[in-house]
């Protein structure tokens, strides 16, 4: 069985690969995972604070956003 860290390092690739032309830094992933751990999936008040927290990585990394 996969850990959670394989399983999103791999798929990270896989996307990068297809529709991104640049690989997601270690410490993004690493940040990542530190998201999901802090704010686990049990209510509405996590889910958003999680979301914004994934959606500013995603930006930094792309380059759109510093």
């Known amino acids: 069985m996969k850990t959670l860290e394989e399983v999103l390092?791999?798929?990270t690739k896989d996307i990068n690969k297809e529709y991104i032309d640049h690989d997601v830094s270690k410490e993004s992933l690493d940040q990542?995972?530190?998201c999901l751990i802090?704010?686990?999936?049990d209510?509405?008040?996590?889910?958003?604070?999680?979301?914004?927290?994934?959606?500013?990585?995603?930006l930094k990394e792309s380059g759109i956003e510093e």
């Open 38 to 41: 802090k704010y686990p999936l």
């Open 43 to 58: 209510n509405a008040t996590h889910n958003k604070k999680r979301l914004n927290i994934l959606d500013s990585l995603i």
């Open 32 to 34: 990542v995972l530190e």
């Open 9 to 11: 390092q791999q798929s």
